[in-house]
């Protein structure tokens, strides 16, 4: 069962081609918002790992990549221009840029500078605004990671994934553990505001020991913050193949791995750590601020790009999943380009798509929820969380809403029984 609180309400109608009419529906002529967060993805890998869940087209040849990810990176900023440039985002503030992927740090650091420099000539970027680059440890040598920084990106994200080669070929991954330590080290030194590793754990074979090896290691780099995933084997990908074929041990059971995740939450928390969303970990301070914003807020995303999601008036739209389609289009002036929106979210869809994302992390202060959305979320929804109270999932107090040992176990069951709620029945729950 997946849930993907990106795309609440999914976007399930094609978008009008026509300019006006898409700009009509996205109201962006309408009220300038105070503030707002920005994504773009970047559809380009050095290879497709072995269970990859994101990543759709074919990788460009290296003597072709540079070119192209540059005119993609020239489409892409011509787009956030032309958004800004209507009254709904013009002058408003981001306070949150997030270059993902696909591995965004395909992206040089000219490309990275172009796209703030011409979303900023249109909105106000915020001078505390969080600007994350995340990418391949192959891509960050320390001379990559000085221009980085020089162009204003001041959170770095690793995607290390693992310190053990053994790990890291089971994963199909590009990098090796050299290149996880040389990444680690130079992120360390560049002068960022903060970095994060992500790990990823309960891949096919992978021992308790070399998890906490991991882990063990990640710490020593000090990051500000680190990321853990719990490995998934998704369906036609080649990690299938290989457990189908008996080229790979099981992955460690679902008990296990909730035992795996128990011990490195007691880890990162006993060394300063807190738990912002869970298995994602940071310093006091550094708590992530795009996932908290644009989901759990509800604050409206600029989100561009081939496969981005973006959600403004109340709708949820994806771009085209092909680089080339969403190039031409750009080239041609059909700007945003969007191929898909949802329908205008309801008042209580607006509420749950923020609770959703707000339960990813393991509490809910009620007051935060209040403040933002002028209703207390047990007033919002009082049957849904007497149904995860009866089910001893949600601890529910005076100021705030606690996920409980069990809770953080089945938290994916908290999730579909939120999301079944309002949007359907459409997630399997127990
Ligand atoms: S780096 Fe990420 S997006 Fe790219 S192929 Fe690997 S898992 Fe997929």
Redesign the pocket.
């Known amino acids: 069962m997946d849930i993907n609180y990106y795309r609440l309400p999914a976007p399930a109608e094609p978008a009008p081609r026509d300019a006006t009419a898409l700009s009509d529906i996205l109201a962006l002529d309408g009220p300038r918002q105070d503030a707002f967060t920005a994504f773009t993805f970047v559809p380009f890998?050095h290879k497709?790992?072995a269970s990859?869940a994101?990543?759709k087209g074919p990788a460009p040849s290296p003597a072709q990549r540079g070119m192209l990810i540059q005119r993609y990176a020239r489409c892409v900023a011509a787009n956030f221009a032309w958004m800004g440039s209507h009254r709904r985002f013009k002058g408003a503030t981001c306070c949150a840029f997030y270059f993902g992927?696909?591995?965004a740090s395909l992206l040089a650091p000219g490309d990275v500078g172009f796209i703030l420099e011409e979303a900023s000539s249109q909105f106000s970027l915020d001078p505390t605004a969080e600007i994350t680059l995340e990418g391949?440890p192959l891509d960050y040598h320390p001379t990559y990671l000085a221009d980085i920084v020089a162009t204003g990106v001041n959170r770095l994200s690793i995607?290390v994934q693992s310190f053990s080669d053994g790990t890291l070929a089971m994963a199909g991954?590009t990098h090796r553990a050299k290149d996880s330590h040389n990444a680690a080290s130079a992120a360390s030194r560049a002068g960022f505001r903060s970095f994060n590793i992500d790990l990823m754990y309960g891949l096919p074979g992978q021992e308790l020991s070399q998890w906490q090896s991991d882990v063990a290691t990640a710490v020593e780099y000090d990051p500000q913050s680190i990321s853990t995933f719990k490995y998934k084997i998704h369906p036609g990908s080649l990690a299938e193949w290989q457990l189908i074929e008996g080229r790979a041990r099981p992955q460690p059971a679902g008990a296990d791995l909730f035992n795996w995740y128990r011990w490195t939450r007691d880890l990162l928390l006993s060394r300063g750590y807190q738990e912002g969303r869970k298995g994602a970990f940071h310093r006091p301070g550094f708590r992530q601020r795009y996932n908290r914003l644009t989901y759990a807020a509800g604050y409206e995303l600029i989100g561009l790009g081939a496969g981005a999601y973006g959600f403004v008036n109340g709708r949820v739209w994806v771009g085209p999943e092909s680089a080339d389609a969403y190039m031409e289009r750009a080239e041609r002036g059909e700007f945003p380009v969007v191929d898909n929106v949802s329908p205008k979210a309801t008042r209580p869809q607006v509420l749950m798509r923020s609770l959703v994302g707000a339960f990813m992390a393991p509490e809910l202060d009620r007051g935060w929820f209040k403040d933002r959305f002028s209703v207390d979320p047990v007033d919002a929804f009082p049957e849904v969380f007497a149904d995860l109270e009866f089910r001893h999932w949600v601890n529910v107090s005076p100021d705030r809403l606690q996920v409980t040992e069990l809770g953080l176990f089945q938290q994916e069951q908290i999730l579909a029984v939120l999301h079944n709620s309002v949007f359907g029945r459409t997630m399997e729950s127990v």
Request: net charge positive; glycine share 24%.
């Open positions: 890998c497709r790992c990859c994101y990543y992927g696909g591995t391949n995607g991954t």
